[in-house]
């Protein structure tokens, strides 16, 4: 039997994922990425990723999370590399929403009442009253270095070919894609999973239902680092009004320290760096929340950049023509974690073979855009 070809647009998590499931499965990959392959252009090429179940009043999300986690988990158990480090997740909260919180996590999670969080956390200064959930086995996965294995181990597999530096300019729904200074590559199915330049490929029926965000990240390394934070969890909400959030060190990477409010709607994609106005936004909001906070500490800054559904803020999947291209148009800036999910319910739209759920409405449930026509059908 003749295997089928894969084209997969994209070597970030999703594109490396969903290729590493199609050779899996028996399939032939060709894997294309504008810049190398893993992608340090990628949204998903970062040092640390957050990989924790709890989505406050959210039982689907929750749910699926908890099974991404385990999927991580067997991922890294197959590349044979150690990059997700179990170090806790904590999530604070009005003591009275904590029971509805461990309802939905069950045996995952654990409450901390107000006085243990100060007692267990002095550096940080929680919001008073604030009590919390924790989720002890949930983690940080050291992003460029889950990349990496990945890439690594398509590279050793005969069944597929990389083309790092080759910019996609068009895709055919024929399951072909045009590339800048000419060439064509041709499969039987394409997957595209192009992160936040999707927009450039896509319909515009599609594009237009999507907003670009820019967020900025602070790396923050006090020393001596590593005593003053160890045993401090992912904190992916200290229950502020600006929604910040906190990765500790993890493996000698720096603290990483951003907030709700220094993400936002953005026209396009420009530069990565942190305008001084958006880093003083964040050093000013840490300063009041981490004792002993020293600005001079604040080694670095970066922006990154994600689309997300206009209506709802999701990620979105497509498929174009008759099912021949399936595109990851957005990723609702959270799907480093479902990521395994994602991809091998993308993985088998490709190969033809009845999806496995993910338990994400939007990837379960994709839309679906007319051949030539480019509108979308119901
Ligand atoms: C600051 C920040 C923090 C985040 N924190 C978390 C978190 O803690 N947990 C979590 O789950 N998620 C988090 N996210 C979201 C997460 O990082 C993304 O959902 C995920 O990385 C998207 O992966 P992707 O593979 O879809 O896209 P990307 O990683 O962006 O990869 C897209 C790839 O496509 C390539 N490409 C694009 N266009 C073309 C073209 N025309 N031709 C060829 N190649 C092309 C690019 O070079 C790139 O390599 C965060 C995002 C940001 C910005």
Not at 124 to 144: K, M, Q, S, T
Not at 257 to 279: K, Q
Not at 298 to 304: H, Y
């Amino acid at each position: 039997m003749i295997p089928v070809r894969i084209v997969v647009v994209g070597s970030g998590v999703i594109g490396l994922l969903v290729a590493v499931e199609c050779v899996r499965a028996g399939a032939q990959v060709d894997l294309v990425d504008q810049a190398g392959i893993p992608s340090r252009r990628a949204t998903s090429h970062d040092r640390q990723r957050v990989i924790r179940a709890l989505h406050r009043g959210d039982a689907t999300l929750t749910r699926a999370a908890l099974r991404a986690h385990q999927s991580w988990l067997d991922v890294e158990r197959r590349l044979g590399t150690r990059f997700y480090h179990r170090a806790g997740a904590l999530t604070a909260m009005p003591a009275a929403d904590v029971p509805a919180s461990l309802a939905l996590l069950g045996a995952s999670g654990r409450a901390l009442s107000s006085g243990e969080l100060s007692a267990r956390y002095p550096r940080i200064r929680f919001p008073a009253g604030l009590a919390a959930v924790a989720e002890p086995a949930a983690g940080v996965v050291l992003a460029d270095r889950a990349l990496t294995a990945l890439a690594c181990w398509l590279h050793d597999q005969p069944a597929v070919r990389l083309y790092p530096g080759r910019r996609v300019v068009t895709i055919d729904e024929a399951a072909a894609v045009r590339f800048a200074g000419g060439g064509v590559l041709a499969g039987d199915r394409v997957v595209v999973a192009a992160g936040p330049w999707s927009r450039d490929l896509l319909p515009a029926a599609l594009g237009g239902d999507l907003t670009l965000y820019r967020q900025s990240v602070l790396s923050y390394a006090p020393v001596p680092s590593r005593e003053t934070w160890a045993g401090t969890p992912a904190i992916p909400a200290l229950g502020t009004g600006h929604g910040a959030w906190l990765i500790p060190p993890v493996a000698n990477t720096p603290v990483r320290l951003s907030a709700a409010s220094a993400c936002r709607a953005v026209a396009e994609m420009t530069d990565r760096v942190t305008p001084d106005r958006w880093r003083q936004h964040l050093i000013d909001h840490f300063r009041s929340l981490l004792a002993g906070f020293d600005p001079a500490a604040v080694i670095g800054a970066t922006d990154g950049y994600y689309l997300a559904a206009t209506v709802g803020g999701g990620p979105v999947l497509a498929t174009l023509g008759d099912d021949a291209v399936w595109t990851y148009a957005a990723c609702g800036g959270m799907s480093f974690k479902f990521a395994p999910l994602i991809a091998r319910n993308i993985a088998d739209r490709a190969m033809g073979r009845p999806p496995r759920r993910t338990g994400l409405d939007s990837i379960d449930r994709p839309r679906r855009f007319a051949a030539a026509r480019r509108e979308e059908v119901a």
